[in-house]
């Protein structure tokens, strides 16, 4: 199933108060805002700026978190790679739903989303696949995510029998792809003095819908 991605730059309204965001926060697209963010934590985290903690839920509603790369802010969605046949993968198949936090200790501030999901298997999901490293495209086909392993020596087995069967140009797995997550709210965390933080959060019903933007206490 497709999601229509509704316009990433599309108004905000606030909700019957006088909004005011400035600074970080100013501009009317959330998507242009969490890339600026992301943008300055490249140049001061010492390491992975673009980790975020993705939450699913299981069949019985309990919750799921792990760390895991976000790999591109589109204009109305994020986007990040996994096996599908994970758990991760799986609850989310399930579910079509997910969340994140991006957190930067070096910028104090952080972006927190919920929304639907879709996946990305085709063009796109072949092109990142291509640009990773031949260990890591190796790795993917070898690796049968979120099962138990017996040993090291094992997976490490797997991986000489995947390299002798797909050789040093393997094609992306068919288990193997990208989520994409449209988001129905996105919300801004910036740290104040005496923990009177500055919150704003974006949301929308469905995707198709303009932004309303509300400030919210800290």
């Known amino acids: ?3 229509h991605q509704g316009r990433g730059r599309s108004m905000a309204r606030g909700k019957g108060i006088r909004m005011d965001r400035t600074g970080i926060f100013a501009g009317d697209d959330p998507f242009a805002i969490a890339k600026a963010w992301l943008a300055e934590a490249e ?9 975020i903690a993705l939450a699913t839920v299981d069949a019985d509603g309990l919750p799921n978190v792990r760390m895991v790369l976000l ?7 994020f986007v990040f790679y996994t096996n599908y046949g994970s758990k991760k993968g799986q ?3 399930a579910s079509g739903k997910a969340a994140f936090v991006m957190h930067w200790k070096s910028l104090r501030r952080q972006v927190r989303v919920r929304g639907l999901v879709v996946r990305e298997e085709g063009p796109q999901a072949d092109a990142y696949y291509g640009s990773r490293s031949l260990k890591s495209r190796l790795g993917a086909w070898a690796s049968d995510q979120s099962k138990p392993l017996s040993s090291r020596t094992h997976l490490m087995a797997e991986v000489a029998k995947v390299t002798a069967t797909h050789g040093i140009n393997p094609a992306r797995p068919p288990f193997w792809g990208g989520f994409r997550i449209i988001p129905l709210e996105i919300e801004f965390w910036a740290d104040g003095a005496f923990r009177l933080h500055d919150r704003f959060r974006w949301s929308r ?3 198709e819908n303009a932004w309303e933007t509300t400030r919210l206490n800290p």
Do not use: F, G, H, S
């Open 1 to 3: 199933m497709r999601l």
């Open 43 to 51: 140049a001061q985290e010492i390491n992975d700026p673009n980790a």
């Open 71 to 77: 790999k591109d802010v589109e204009d109305a969605a």
């Open 91 to 93: 609850e989310i198949t």
């Open 205 to 207: 019903e469905v995707p």
